[in-house]
């Protein structure tokens, strides 16, 4: 674009002052506050750290008695299969894995026609 003429503007500096208050200074802010007294007394609550925490220890010791108490006990689910079980189960799988691969090509090639 082109250059246009600089304009005189009349510019405020900012009325801050950097650093902390004095402690007169801080004593008449909060004496002029309209939440005067509202924060003077000092509250210590649990934070949501402290909640989970105290939460977790006592799962964790809850566990550790459940545990000690079923040890020799096998834990939940199912029992092992045998290894004849796994070999039939193998086989089935097999099996209807490519009958349904057959099934699938039959299905297509007379859908889409053989074009050899």
Do not use: F, W
């Amino acid at each position: 674009g082109r250059p246009t003429p600089v304009e005189r503007v009349m510019i405020c500096p900012p009325e801050s002052r950097i650093g902390p208050l004095s402690d007169s200074e801080r004593s008449e802010h909060l004496s002029r506050s309209p939440l005067k007294g509202r924060y003077d007394t000092v509250v210590d609550r649990e934070s949501a750290y402290e909640l989970l925490k105290q939460r977790a220890d006592v799962e964790a010791k809850s566990t550790a008695s459940t545990a000690r108490s079923s040890k020799n006990s096998r834990g939940p689910g199912r029992p092992r299969q045998s290894v004849l079980e796994a070999m039939t189960k193998s086989a089935v799988r097999s099996i209807g894995s490519s009958l349904g691969r057959q099934i699938v090509r039959g299905i297509l090639g007379s859908l889409l026609g053989k074009s050899r």
